[in-house]
């Protein structure tokens, strides 16, 4: 396995629309997988009392980020006005990307790409060892490296970077996870993810 380098490039980002943005590299990185591993950052709050999608009703993703064998790309909102910008991006290459799809904890992409794009978005490949495992617990079990995460696996204090205009260090974060996702995959496979029941 080739690892890319742990700092993130300088390649300008292309601007798609107002405060949505594009940002892709291909040259550095080389894996031997198949399909698409998706990870998205998201700001908004859990429904708890909810076990079904619902509990992600309220869950907005302000990134998407994938990386195929060849490709990594992100795409993402610069404020709450160019959100839906950013889901209709979503809803424009979502059927294009290519099987199997992976994620880390699959139902809560699952679950808030349903509420926000109004379709099902089915993954065939959970990267987690068992539900509610943490990423940061596999990183370390797996010897991944950080990638330059800023926030060192912690999405919620992405979350907060974003919110308070820190696109830089939120993207990065992102980067880092869909890498180490990578790693993941690469270093143990993936599991049949658990099942969720898409509600209204």
Not at 93 to 109: D, G, K, M, T, V
Not at 161 to 184: F, P, T
């Amino acid at each position: 396995m080739k690892n890319i380098a742990d700092s993130p490039p300088t390649e300008p980002a292309e601007e798609l629309a107002d405060n949505l943005f594009s940002y892709t590299e291909s040259t550095s990185i080389s894996s031997t997988f198949k399909g698409t591993i998706i990870d998205i950052e998201t700001i908004g709050t859990f429904n708890r009392r909810s076990s079904d999608s619902r509990q992600y009703k309220n869950i907005i993703p302000v990134i998407f980020g994938y990386i195929t064998h060849n490709k990594l790309s992100i795409l993402y909102s610069e404020n709450k006005t160019s959100i839906p910008h950013l889901q209709k991006e979503i809803k424009n290459i979502i059927s294009s990307l290519e099987r199997p799809l992976y994620a880390f904890n699959s139902s809560f992409e699952m679950g808030s790409l349903y509420h926000n794009l109004r379709q099902r978005v089915i993954f065939e490949g959970e990267l987690n060892k068992e539900k509610y495992e943490a990423k940061r617990s596999a990183v370390q079990l797996l010897d991944i490296p950080q990638y330059d995460d800023p926030f060192c696996d912690n999405g919620f204090l992405c979350m907060q970077a974003w919110e308070i205009g820190k696109i830089k260090e939120a993207v990065a974060h992102n980067r880092s996870c869909l890498l180490k996702e990578r790693d993941i995959l690469l270093k143990r496979g993936f599991r049949k993810p658990d099942p969720l029941v898409f509600c209204d």
